[in-house]
């Protein structure tokens, strides 16, 4: 059980021997090239953007030409033998806050004599736009930070730090002034990927009033390789913990459906954590729905983080920060390696593993 | 005296009789079809990116062809006659902060008993990411945005707002992991334009706590439809008013030059506002620096904002927050057209005028 069987089919952009990358679908240990196999032109390219911008139909269509394909014996690449990128062209990268355990351990952390949620909190997924031009494939080596730190001291960051969480990829886009209702979640979200949003928090803590995370955050986001379409997620939704208050009629309540995924979290070959998904506190189409109520437009591309993912136990936090709790030694040191490992029930009975997120941290440079 | 003579020569992107984008220069009130001019198939493109992505010298290359041809007496179209287009696909857009006096009195305004600027503020330029995808050219109708006001209530923004800023464009990339140093600016900056990042103060108020601005600002961000390139600026710059305590060698000492730009914000037809942006506290300069000082690379298409432009004095101010201070009625009725105008110092001895950014306000929908 790879976890990449017919049940699953994630795609992602690879390139063999040197030449022009283009769209392939993984099964097993084993790439098919799906541009060349299907003729389609939109999947000859170097990013996903121009088939996700298809639409529902093809994504469906496609996925089971895919399928028929390698059941008929096509032939595959070893995946060993490829080389995989970025499998999206980023265009917006917006990052919520939908985990309430973790936006409670956060305020806890931080804020030890007030309340640990804020007062919007429990009204709207909370999240702010980060930059989409340092979204970076797994396996890609993040170089330690180097920015002021609380006092205006000037350094390389010391408490570097991760955030395990989920991404959604836009594959159609939306028109200037128009809401995306939210029972439209599935005409405009193409897939999920696994994502690690690297965070400096003496950099954010400094410079974080009253704007928001800059720097602490922007040096680098990393996603896997593969995208996991929401057609290999079909079993996996859940209802939600719960919400009280009721939200706003514009955030549902049809969108109150959540994801049951298990995630890793694994330093230096030691697994540190094991959040769930299921465990959100705002749903993936609560969040679609926010970010465009305002009238705010979406294009192929788009990207959105759930934001950190912690559970309500102990061994189920999403960052560092949670982890150590006041631990200073609990950040990442040069040449840690982190990885991040999801898994959801398969629409075949058994469980798919979604694409892992590796990434180790270079020292601070000059 | 037009204020785009020969001295000025911005770019911008332009159709005629519904034919395809391309990239055009603009001489008073016609425009030089560049690609058709030059050839350049860089030019023949519905964005100035492939243009700004050759770099410094071909740009200086370029304005001196353009203008020769236009000195030789090259055919140009009416501007009655063109289209114009959004000028630069915007890779990411980020927002700063940088005049002292909006910042004291936006403190003052929201935090009358505490310190006007918070403990950060003269140490780094803050800024934050905004949504690229909203970025529109002048004239595009702004829909008043609805969503959560204060205490999370759902409804219509009653608190409209323009804040008139500069804004930068990016040609040249850089490295991930690779700061730009503060004496680079000319080497990756390629020219500026008008900006006008709209804002709903209530949507903005409720839910900018703890990471920043989001659905207050993310429905649109307006910009000229020409950028006035950095060579047609020369004789515009300034000292900063001054800087203490003294930045970090990172952000200068070389990067303390500003630009001798003065605004004009019309409201339905009335001058309500005059501010200069030399009296800015943070350089153009230092915010690249600062940007790019944790590693994150830049892209063609990038482009920044000052923050709102605001001077010393009442009539100098660059938001209806500002200008109106505590009283509502200040804020956009539907309906309202705002016009931002800006002028420079010339190469030539006199000024030139740099591209004005219209919006009006459309009401509410649904």
């Given at each position: 059980m790879s976890g990449f069987g017919?049940?699953?089919?994630?795609y992602g952009v690879f390139s063999h021997l040197g030449d022009t990358p283009r769209v392939g679908v993984r099964l097993d240990d084993t790439v098919l090239d799906l541009a060349a196999a299907t003729g389609r032109p939109e999947l000859a390219t170097s990013s996903l953007n121009a088939f996700l911008a298809l639409g529902p139909e093809v994504w469906t269509e496609t996925r089971a030409q895919a399928r028929e394909l390698l059941e008929g014996g096509s032939p595959t690449?070893?995946?060993a033998d490829v080389t995989l990128h970025l499998p999206v062209e980023v265009a917006d990268y917006v990052d919520f806050y939908a985990s309430e355990h973790h936006a409670t351990n956060v305020g806890r952390i931080f804020r030890p004599d007030g309340d640990a949620l804020l007062p919007n909190w429990k009204h709207l997924p909370v999240g702010y736009h980060g930059r989409a031009g340092t979204v970076v494939p797994s396996g890609t080596p993040v170089v330690r930070p180097s920015g002021q730190r609380p006092g205006g001291v000037f350094g390389a960051s010391a408490r570097l730090d991760i955030e395990a969480e989920l991404g959604f990829v836009v594959g159609v886009g939306s028109r200037l002034g128009t809401p995306v209702p939210h029972d439209a979640f599935a005409d405009h979200v193409f897939g999920v990927v696994g994502l690690n949003d690297w965070s400096a928090r003496d950099i954010q803590a400094w410079e974080y009033v009253p704007l928001g995370p800059f720097l602490g955050k922007s040096f680098a986001t990393s996603i896997s390789h593969w995208v996991t379409p929401l057609e290999a997620l079909e079993a996996a939704w859940v209802d939600l913990p719960g919400q009280d208050p009721e939200?706003?009629?514009y955030l549902g309540p049809g969108a109150?459906?959540?994801?049951?995924?298990?995630?890793?979290?694994?330093?230096d070959g030691v697994v540190v954590s094991r959040p769930s998904y299921r465990d959100m506190y705002w749903s993936p189409a609560q969040m679609l729905a926010h970010l465009t109520?305002?009238?705010?437009?979406?294009?192929t591309g788009d990207l959105y983080g759930s934001g950190t993912i912690s559970g309500p136990d102990a061994d189920q936090?999403?960052?560092?920060?949670e982890i150590g709790w006041g631990d200073e030694s609990a950040f990442l040191a040069d040449g840690a390696e982190v990885v991040l490992r999801y898994s959801a029930p398969g629409?075949?009975?058994?469980?798919?593993?979604?694409?892992e997120v590796v990434g180790r941290i270079e020292p601070a440079r000059g």
């Open positions: 017919l049940d699953h089919l994630p690449l070893p995946l939200p706003l009629p109150t459906r959540g994801l049951d995924i298990d995630v890793e979290i694994e330093v109520v305002n009238g705010a437009s979406l294009r936090r999403g960052s560092l920060l629409t075949g009975g058994g469980r798919i593993t979604l694409g």
